[in-house]
């Protein structure tokens, strides 16, 4: 009985996929446009983009000192209900630093992700808009709350309109038929398009990152 080996992906073609798959938002013209090179599906790289969303993880934000954190959130719809994206940015340095994605909006959840910026960063500001519970949650950690200009806000709307039309290409709408699913398949997505953002505005080559900290 012949026994069917599997033949694993070099790394680089993967990396290669997944920069295809993140510049062309779509995992069907990523996967053609690797055809010269090797015949991987549509489905490989969406496999790709779960398997390496831990390099999130060694990804050292490097420069110049975290000096200001800009914090926001939009809506998502995750298999056709809402959820809430937070997001926090330095501007100096165009990196996002963190993400939350939770069901309810609340002073708590704003507490929660305020004290994850503290704690990672150091952080003692926060800029935001002028919603309260931005301004509870800052008082509950002794936090500095800034609230933004018209200038200032405009940079984060930008940054969060990157997000927005990404995810928007697909509706907003992350498909999954797991009941009760924990939503780790949208984390993942997540964390790879922030890094590859954070590769591409600190012009560092994401593939080469990618190909240092592969995943045996």
């Not at 969406?46 to 420069?63: E, H, N």
């Not at 998502?76 to 997001?87: C, M, V």
């Not at 709350?145 to 969060?160: A, D, P, S, V, W």
């Amino acid at each position: 009985m012949d026994i069917v080996k599997r033949i694993r992906t070099n790394p680089a073609i993967m990396a290669y996929g997944l920069y295809l798959y993140f510049n062309s938002r779509s995992y069907r013209f990523a996967s053609k446009s690797l055809e010269p090179i090797t015949k991987r599906t549509h489905v490989s790289i969406w496999k790709w983009v779960q398997k390496y969303a831990s390099l999130t993880d060694r990804f050292v934000i490097g420069g110049r000192r975290i000096k200001d954190v800009f914090v926001d959130e939009t809506l998502l719809k995750i298999n056709g209900e809402n959820y809430w994206l937070w997001l926090a940015y330095e501007p100096n340095l165009h990196v996002c630093l963190l993400f939350h994605i939770s069901r309810e909006r609340t002073i708590f959840v704003c507490y929660q992700f305020f004290k994850q910026i503290r704690t990672k960063f150091g952080s003692k500001s926060i800029y935001t808009d002028s919603a309260y519970w931005y301004n509870e949650a800052c008082k509950w950690l002794r936090l500095r709350h800034i609230i933004y200009g018209t200038q200032l806000k405009n940079i984060m709307e930008r940054f969060i309109q990157q997000i927005k039309d990404r995810t928007e290409c697909f509706d907003d709408n992350f498909p999954c038929k797991i009941k009760r699913c924990s939503r780790q398949h949208v984390d993942n997505w997540l964390r790879m398009y922030i890094l590859y953002l954070n590769m591409e505005t600190d012009r560092v080559k994401f593939t080469d990152f990618v190909i240092r900290n592969r995943l045996s």
